[in-house]
Structure formats: structure tokens, C-alpha cells
DNA sequence: TATTGTTATACTCTATAACTATA
DNA sequence: TATAGTTATAGAGTATAACAATA
């Protein structure tokens, strides 16, 4: 592929991908079972400690790509409701370092799975090269995300 | 592979899919260029007029996926922007058509090339291989929305 | 009556600016 | 001074409920 045409590609996938975003997201966000008790962004705050342990606020923003001020909020929630504690850092007491309890991690357990039934089962119906292109697709995405 | 290895590799993908484009939409909307006339979402509305000719509000509502009084809004902004204009249906005159204006034509090709400026600049610094799963996933990204 | 779209209203998420506590 | 996080406040986007016009 000569480099313009490889601009033309790009220039197709730049313009469709933010579009194809932004609905997925909009259906998944419809998709919300009524019981759950975290929102999708409180859920990712979850998985996040889940995945990486304690972690600093300002980590976890930039995790997630919003301001601090906007995590501060969503931790507020996840603290009020008992899913994660806050303690000051040890070497540096300005910091923040959110826990997850044994309730966030039961909590995140079950909710996942609610949330996560409808699209498990539409990724059921898709072929195993569907799929794989799914997955490979997930890290490429990550990677435009923290770029 | 089997229908339990599925299930767990759907489960996977159900779990990880979601956060992904919450992420990537975060930083697609960071990305917004301060001279942009339209918001994603106005230009997303822009572009489905520009691909499928008029459309009703109800029909652009389904589409983006949301309900028809956001839509209404939306198309408010473009409207009072001179990007759009809306005629009451030939058939049925309960429908609103909406129609892109040349101004609306002009402003869409504008606001994409900025908008998507960042993005295409990183997909440049991909491989072809990686670029060409994204071009993959991107209709089936769009199918589930539609699901 | 049922449907299409609008108006009124409220909620969620996010940001910027100013502030507090610590480094 | 500079940095980590919080508080105060405002804006964007979305929804539900009630309404108007048309079918």
C-alpha cells in the first residue's frame, strides 16, 4: 500500500471509528440493568483496583482520562457506598489511596455480570474470527486511548 | 475451541469491550478542536444526513441511539446554525425531515479534517496489519450497537 | 386512539477555577 | 513554590413525563 493510499485508509477509519464509539457506547449505557448498584464509570474504577490493586486517585483519573475533580466525585460514590475506603499515602500524605473492600469486589462480581449478559450473548452469536477480531481490536484501542 | 472456552473468551471480551470505548470516546472527546462549529455528537447527525440524504427526526433518533426530545436538541443547535433545515414530512406531516444544508456540507468537511486530524495521525504510526483489524472491527463495533 | 415530535424539567458526567494540605 | 486532592460552580448531553399536531 503506497502511503496515500495508506492516508486515505486512515482518513476512512478516523472518521468512522469516533462515530461507531460513540454508539456502542450509547447502547451499552441503555443496556444497564436497573439492580446494579455501580455505574459503568464507577465499575471501571472498580476493575481498575481490582485489576491493579490500591492505586492514587490522580492514577486512577488518568486511568480513566478524566480530571481529578471528576474522580474525587466518583470515589465519593464508591466510598459512600462502602465499595472502596480512602486512606493518605504513606510516603507522600497528600495522596490518596483507594482500596477496594471485600463489598467492592462482591459488589463489582455481580454487576459485571449483569451488565456484561447482553453483550456476552450477542458476542455469542458472533463467529470465532468475529470475535478474534474483537479481541485483538480491544488492546489497539486501549493503546489510541492512552495515546 | 469449545462452548465453555466461548463462553469464558466472550466473557472476556463483554468485560473489557465496554471499558475500552469509554476510555477511547473520553480521549476522542479531549480531542476537540476549539474552532469546531459542531460537538461529536451534531456531527455525527451531520454525517448520517451527508451518507443517507434526509431523514426524519424519529429516524435519526434510532440511529444515534437516543430518545427523539435529545434529538430534538440537537437538532435545534445544528438548525440554529444554519447546518440543517427541517420541512414537515410530504406524506406524513407529523414527521420533521431533516436536511443538511451547503453551509452544514462545508462546516462537516471542515470540523472532520480537524477533528479527526489527531486521530489519523496516530493510526498512521500503526502497522497495516493492525490498522487492517480495526477496519475489521469497526462494522461489528457498529452491528452491536444496532443489536 | 396511536404516533411524531416538542416542551418542561431533572439527572449524570465532566470540566475549570479557587482553595487546602503537604512536599 | 509546586503538587495532590477537594470544593464550588457551570456546561454538555441525556432521559422521562406531559403536551400538540397529525394520522
Given amino acids: 500500500m503506497s502511503s496515500s493510499e495508506a492516508l486515505v485508509m486512515d482518513a476512512g477509519l478516523a472518521r468512522t471509528l469516533p462515530l461507531a464509539v460513540m454508539r456502542l457506547r450509547r447502547r451499552l449505557l441503555n443496556e444497564r440493568h436497573p439492580d446494579n448498584d455501580l455505574s459503568l464509570g464507577a465499575m471501571a ?69 449483569r451488565r456484561t449478559e447482553w453483550l456476552a450473548q450477542r458476542l455469542g452469536q458472533l463467529d470465532e474470527a468475529d470475535r478474534a477480531i474483537l479481541s485483538d481490536a480491544i488492546p489497539l484501542l486501549e493503546m489510541l486511548a492512552r495515546a
Same sequence: chains 1, 2.
Fill in 45 to 113: 474504577v472498580a476493575a481498575a483496583l481490582e485489576h491493579h490493586g490500591d492505586m492514587a486517585l490522580g492514577a486512577l483519573a488518568q486511568r480513566e482520562r478524566v480530571r481529578p475533580p471528576s474522580m474525587t466525585r466518583t470515589v465519593n460514590c464508591l466510598e459512600e457506598g462502602g465499595y472502596v475506603v480512602r486512606r493518605p499515602g504513606e510516603t507522600d500524605r497528600r495522596q490518596v489511596i483507594v482500596s477496594l473492600t471485600d463489598k467492592g469486589r462482591e459488589t463489582l462480581r455481580v454487576d459485571r455480570a
